[in-house]
């Protein structure tokens, strides 16, 4: 079982930077997949980004080229720089882990005005 715990998020204004961290209780050495999600009010929860075991990536177009996902196994701790935001960007973003069942986090909210 893998404990997850986001942080990094809060208000910015459009145009600006922010970078999530997504902190796990146990190794993510050997978690093949890890993902960011976010959810705005009154919306599904989306797909933001990927990142896998062999650091392989994949984006939400809508966040392509202005996010970087990346992972640091030492620190079993995965990443989201989030740059230009857009006050679209707001959400409550989630990461989780996939492994033989998927891991949540609680989230942390991301406020972007305009």
């Known amino acids: 079982q893998v404990h997850l715990v986001e942080s990094g998020g809060g208000l910015v204004q459009a145009g600006g930077s922010l970078r999530l961290s997504c902190a796990a209780s146990?190794?993510?050495?050997?978690?093949?997949?890890m993902r960011w999600y976010r959810q705005a009010p009154g919306k599904q929860r989306e797909f933001v980004a990927q990142i896998t075991r062999g650091s392989s990536t994949v984006y939400a177009d809508s966040v392509k080229g202005r996010f970087t996902i990346s992972r640091d196994n030492t620190k079993n701790t995965m990443y989201l720089q989030m740059s230009s935001l857009k006050p679209e960007d707001t959400a409550l973003y989630y990461c989780?882990?996939?492994?033989?069942?998927?891991?949540w986090g609680q989230g942390t909210q991301v406020t972007v005005s305009s």
């Open positions: 146990a190794s993510i050495a050997m978690i093949n997949v």
């Open positions: 989780a882990a996939v492994t033989s069942a998927t891991y």
